[in-house]
């Protein structure tokens, strides 16, 4: 079974990408470092958790962090 952690944020802004990948590394430096990749799905207030994100960010051992805004 895979390990699961989530962590919320509210930003009450419209994050820029390198903001959103910058939050990413933070979480994967503080709760990933025991899996190899962490995934972050970004939602901004008002958005439906059940819906599309708003961002996806993520990092990898060995391959660095990511942000996918499309």
């Given at each position: 079974m895979h390990r699961r952690?989530?962590?919320?944020?509210?930003l009450s802004y419209?994050?820029?990408e390198d903001?959103?990948?910058k939050l990413a590394e933070s979480i994967w430096l503080q709760h990933?470092?025991?899996v190899e990749e962490l995934t972050t799905?970004?939602?901004l207030p008002g958005m439906?958790?059940?819906?599309?994100g708003f961002?996806?960010?993520?990092?990898?051992?060995?391959k660095g962090c990511y942000?996918?805004?499309?």
């Open positions: 952690n989530v962590e919320v944020r509210v419209s994050p820029s903001s959103l990948k990933g470092q025991d799905v970004f939602y439906n958790p059940k819906s599309t961002a996806l960010g993520g990092c990898m051992k060995g942000v996918t805004l499309d």
